[in-house]
């Protein structure tokens, strides 16, 4: 790296205040998007809160954490070398084997040097006179920097739930999206999970097998279908690798998900009932995400979409021997896939285990945690540890979490304030040269994470180097562009059955949360088009400056 390939034109001593881009985050995202700006020539400098990189995957070390996409696709694809010679050991890889995965590439790629570990970033705000943001840190230090890139994870805040008593519980209590780091062991505990997406059903399998008697608190009951997780085979891995050309490609151009899978070229209710079942049937023994393509309007259309939530029930009742906890399990206020839908392993057939209870929330809420148990529906259940299943404030919670600070002092927490505002999701009007892997109005949750990831970072990193390449100080999306894009995000989400479920996409799991859908679901394919496009037509809805004409870029936006 050298100094005169710099923005700022300063030259960057390690121990400089002054970078040309400051990443928040240490993550799948951060990792990539220091890579590239390092091959620009641009120092970076990456702050991260944990105390290793990995980001969702260095917290989330709850029993039986996992991808629900398989590893052979949720992996990073920029670089050959590395996709042919990481060996994933299973169809979905369990937590520790990703986080030894990411650890890997920071190694490999020697990123560790342009981060600080231990060290959140607590304010940023734009110098309109200088055209730069001023970063301050946890450590109480500053930094100067032309851009910034938040790339602070859209599962990453996770969420303590508002349980009278809870504070004076007795026990230990865990949190899944931030568990110790020391393994935990329930061996003759008597344990209660509180919660019932994605992370409970991964881990009440395994804690059941521990505890001494599992209690599942259940306000939702969520669809789970079968992961099949097995060992890959070096036979598997090596046909994966042969095909991974055309995978990477269809998973970037054409996938809605950015999941290499079939295209379904037909709606549910265009087959008869014996030929539609048998292709759930199959889908359900291939097992995963996939389950949900095997139509290509379920949703789409309610009518549709019931073929498929009535299967799964039917394979709920046929799993679970009690019929009283088999009705409880089966999901019946949302249409399936209208809350992200789970990748289980034995999640259903636990509840067949004496040592296993579940207890109906939603007729009859927690009253309160008391200090040896939980207190619901008038009955108390004792337990010695709490295990808060409870999820995340999704996509915006961990941005909120900043102090950002845009043109004439507006923060980005007030811009938000009735739900995330951005053009593409990259960049919000007023927060110049500051942008979003993964932001609110992107297709992120939606999609294979690491697909999305690897899309905005090359897109960032492509507008940075050509704004340093034509002389440009500053960019910021257009609020007009940006309103239309709002506009186009909710008005697609609408189109599907999605907004009929109470989800953490809508920010329905936070009291108080704006509830506005928030990724965009018009498939990755199509977005990725969308934003090649605006970048060939001269970064369409974005104004940028020269840096000699910065009065120009406040007339213009
Ligand atoms: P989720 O999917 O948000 O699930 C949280 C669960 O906790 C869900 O069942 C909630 O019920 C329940 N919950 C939340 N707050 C409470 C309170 N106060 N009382 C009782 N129950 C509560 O989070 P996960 O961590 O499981 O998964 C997040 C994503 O990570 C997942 O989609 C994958 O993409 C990976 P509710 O449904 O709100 O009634």
């Known amino acids: 790296m050298s100094a005169s390939s710099s923005i700022s034109g300063k030259s960057h001593a390690a121990d400089t205040a002054t970078r040309d881009v400051v990443v928040v985050g240490a993550g799948f995202a951060g990792l990539y998007m220091l890579y590239r700006l390092r091959g620009l020539g641009l120092s970076v400098r990456v702050y991260e809160q944990g105390g290793d990189v990995g980001g969702t995957w260095y917290w989330n070390r709850y029993p039986g954490a996992r991808c629900d996409v398989e590893s052979m696709q949720y992996s990073y694809s920029f670089s050959d070398e590395l996709q042919q010679e990481w060996d994933w050991s299973e169809r979905y890889a369990p937590q520790p084997e990703i986080l030894k995965y990411v650890n890997h590439v920071a190694d490999r790629f020697k990123l560790r040097p342009d981060i600080q570990f231990n060290t959140r970033v607590v304010r940023a705000s734009f110098d309109e006179a200088d055209n730069s943001w001023q970063v301050t840190t946890s450590d109480g230090k500053a930094v100067t920097a032309k851009y910034v890139v938040l790339a602070t994870g859209c599962l990453s805040n996770a969420r303590m739930p ?94 809605r998900n950015g999941i290499y899978t079939e295209m379904p070229d037909r709606g549910a209710l265009d087959d008869g009932d014996n030929e539609r079942r048998s292709k759930y049937e199959s889908r359900w023994s291939r097992g995963g995400l996939t389950f949900m393509s ?39 206020n949302h249409p399936i896939g209208s809350k992200r839908i789970c990748v289980d392993t034995d999640y259903y057939a636990t509840f067949n285990r004496p040592n296993v209870t579940l207890v109906d929330i939603r007729s009859n809420p927690i009253e309160e945690i008391l200090p040896n148990g939980v207190r619901a529906g008038g009955g108390d259940y004792e337990v010695d540890a709490l295990v808060l299943a409870t999820g ?166």
Not at 199 to 228: G, K, M, Y
Not at 436 to 452: A, D, E, F, R
């Open 294 to 332: 095997v139509y290509n309007n379920l949703a789409l259309d309610k009518a549709a979409n019931d073929t498929a939530a009535d299967f799964v029930r039917a394979k709920i009742a046929e799993i679970v021997s009690d019929p009283t906890t088999a009705k409880l399990l089966q999901p019946n």
């Open 392 to 557: 995340f404030d999704a996509m915006t919670g961990s941005v909120a979490r900043l102090d950002i600070v845009g043109r004439q002092g507006q923060t980005l927490n007030q811009k938000w304030a009735e739900g995330p505002k951005t053009y593409l999701g990259l960049m919000s009007a007023g927060f110049p040269n500051l942008f979003i892997i993964t932001g609110p109005g992107s297709p992120s949750v939606l999609s294979n994470m690491i697909v999305s990831i690897e899309q905005h970072v090359d897109w960032i990193a492509d507008c940075i180097a050509t704004m340093r390449d034509r002389g440009l100080d500053t960019m910021e999306a257009r609020r007009d562009a940006e309103d239309k894009w709002v506009a186009h995000v909710n008005e697609v989400a609408h189109g599907t059955l999605y907004p009929q479920a109470n989800s953490w996409y809508m920010g329905a799991n936070i009291p108080g949360k704006p509830q506005i859908f928030m990724p965009y679901i018009g498939g990755v394919g199509v977005y990725r088009q969308i934003c090649n496009d605006v970048a060939a037509k001269g970064y369409e809805g974005f104004a940028m400056t020269a840096a000699e004409l910065p009065q120009k870029m406040a007339a213009s936006s």
């Open 162 to 255: 508002d349980i009278k008593g809870l504070s004076d519980f007795k026990g230990s209590v865990y949190h899944t999206g931030h568990w110790p780091h020391e393994p935990v062991d329930f061996t003759g505990q008597r344990v209660g999970v509180i919660g019932t997406g994605s992370s409970a059903i991964q881990s009440v399998p395994v804690i059941a097998e521990q505890a001494s008697h599992l209690t599942v608190f259940q306000r939702t009951a969520n669809f789970s279908i079968p992961a099949r997780n097995a060992a890959l085979t070096v036979e598997e891995r090596e046909a994966f690798r042969a095909k991974y050309p055309e995978i990477r490609r269809f998973a970037r151009e054409q996938a």
